[in-house]
């Protein structure tokens, strides 16, 4: 399987992004966005997350048993800075319904990984037995905990982390460290936004540098 990035240029409202950006990751590999706060890595990941249209370039998924011209954000799970839970909701509810909403990858070969339980997922991430309280009654590291749970209950092969250990204290940044190591072990494919080190093997770095970058060359 291969995630590839080609020429890619965004634009937020009239102020151009970033200009010319492209990388290219198979199965197993990860890629982690550095760089000051306003420098694109946000705006670049939604944009490989197929939320914000390209101002130019493209994005493109390959894998044995993808359909011909298979929208890349198909194969991708897209985690933000917010949770994307209901706070009314219990843990086991909203799961339920990510795991019904989202389903099986079918963009690849039947040997694959599917899904784990609701359960298996709750106890992944260090907080199974809880998974019948509101959503809103947990602390803000057990809910960043519980997010992750979501792109366990239906598996995508391409995960797309935005300041993923936001909020959370460093017992659960080793278990979050686990969780992403286990998914390139699988083959799947990683793309993270981060101010810390995630604690991956042999993750390659992209630095962004925003407006520097993009205006440097009228001056």
């Known amino acids: 399987m291969r995630l590839t990035a080609e020429n890619l240029s965004a634009r937020r409202g009239e102020d151009l992004i970033f200009k010319d950006i492209s990388f290219r990751l198979d199965g197993g590999e990860c890629l982690v966005l550095t760089g000051k706060n306003g420098s694109g890595k ?3 990941l939604r944009t490989v997350a197929g939320l914000l249209r390209p101002e130019t370039g493209r994005v493109t998924w ?14 991708c799970h897209y985690l933000g800075h917010r949770n994307a839970m209901k706070a009314e909701l219990s843990v086991s509810e909203n799961l339920s319904f990510w795991r019904e909403f989202l389903g099986n990858f079918s963009g690849g070969p039947t040997s694959e ?5 609701i359960g ?5 991430v260090g907080l199974g037995g809880i998974t019948h309280l509101p959503f809103g009654y947990l602390s803000a590291g057990q809910q960043r905990r519980m997010a992750f749970a ?3 209950v239906s598996w995508r092969p391409v995960w797309i982390l935005d300041e993923p250990t936001a909020a959370l204290d ?17 083959g799947g494919i990683a793309l993270a936004a981060t101010h810390q080190p995630l604690g991956v093997e042999n993750a ?11 205006m440097e060359e009228m001056w």
Do not use: C, Y
Request: net charge negative; hydrophobic share 45%.
């Open 42 to 44: 946000s705006t670049l």
């Open 204 to 214: 390659r770095e992209l630095r962004m540098t925003g407006f520097e970058g993009v």
């Open 113 to 117: 990984p599917k899904g784990v339980s």
């Open 150 to 152: 979501k792109l366990l």
């Open 120 to 124: 298996e997922a709750a106890e992944q």
């Open 170 to 186: 460093v017992s659960a940044e080793e278990v979050f460290t686990g969780l992403i190591t286990n998914h390139l072990a699988a």
């Open 62 to 75: 390959t894998s044995d048993g993808a359909q011909a011209g298979m929208r890349a954000a198909e194969a």
